[in-house]
């Protein structure tokens, strides 16, 4: 076996893990290729399928973890594949540095409940900026007395940022919960100057 310095090793690596996802696109063998992302709210795992985005992870989440839900959920032909994903990390980054106010790539709602699905859907209707209550979100998809569901189709949003879960407060003008933790919450309402 030949030596080789750790740097080399590492790009020859990533050179070859390049080569396998991209041959196993062309074979229609890839299920869901990833990607991870930094941003000001920390490492974002980014992972979708031949339809779309399907899935976007925070950290605390656990990345692994969450990986292996989609293989048990989705299937397990999962691969490091970050062209797959060139455009959500630009439009994420576009929208980190505030050059972007909403986002257009396709996205795969098959991690979502039909009822969740519709409020996801409904999230990027809340402008940029602005927040709405859980009621109020209720009240916009035809349920006003779902505030509680509505609650949980955040909670459970698999799209967080692109899906802008984060501009949904409670009631009382609270932050409610979010998947990123309540951290993340405040950054991307201070970055969106949300009111």
């Known amino acids: 076996m030949t ?21 196993a696109e062309r074979a229609d063998l ?8 930094d941003t000001p709210v920390g490492s974002l795992l980014l992972a979708a399928t031949e339809r779309g985005l399907i899935r ?29 994903l060139d455009a959500v ?6 929208y980190f540095s505030g050059t972007r106010t909403g986002f257009s790539v396709p996205l795969d709602h098959t991690l979502s409940t039909p009822f969740r699905r519709i409020v996801q859907e409904f999230l990027p209707h809340i402008g940029y900026g602005h927040t709405l209550t859980y ?4 009240g916009r998809v035809g349920n006003p007395r779902a505030m509680r569901a509505v609650g949980s189709a955040c909670a459970t949003n698999p799209l967080p940022i692109v ?7 409670r009631t009382d003008g609270g932050l409610g ?19």
Do not use: M, N, S
């Open 177 to 195: 919960g979010y998947i990123g933790g309540l951290e993340a919450k405040t950054a991307l309402l201070e970055l969106e100057h949300a009111r």
């Open 56 to 84: 976007v992870a925070f950290a605390r989440e656990d990345h692994d973890a969450v990986l292996e839900d989609l293989a048990t959920r989705i299937g397990p032909r999962i691969l490091h594949a970050p062209a797959r």
């Open 89 to 94: 990390a630009t439009q994420l980054e576009e």
């Open 30 to 37: 890839l299920g869901i290729g990833y990607r991870t992302v």
């Open 3 to 23: 030596w080789l310095p750790p740097q080399t090793e590492a790009t020859t690596l990533e050179r070859l893990r390049g080569r396998l996802a991209a041959e």
């Open 135 to 138: 009621r109020e979100v209720a």
């Open 163 to 169: 899906l802008p879960c984060h501009r949904v407060l």
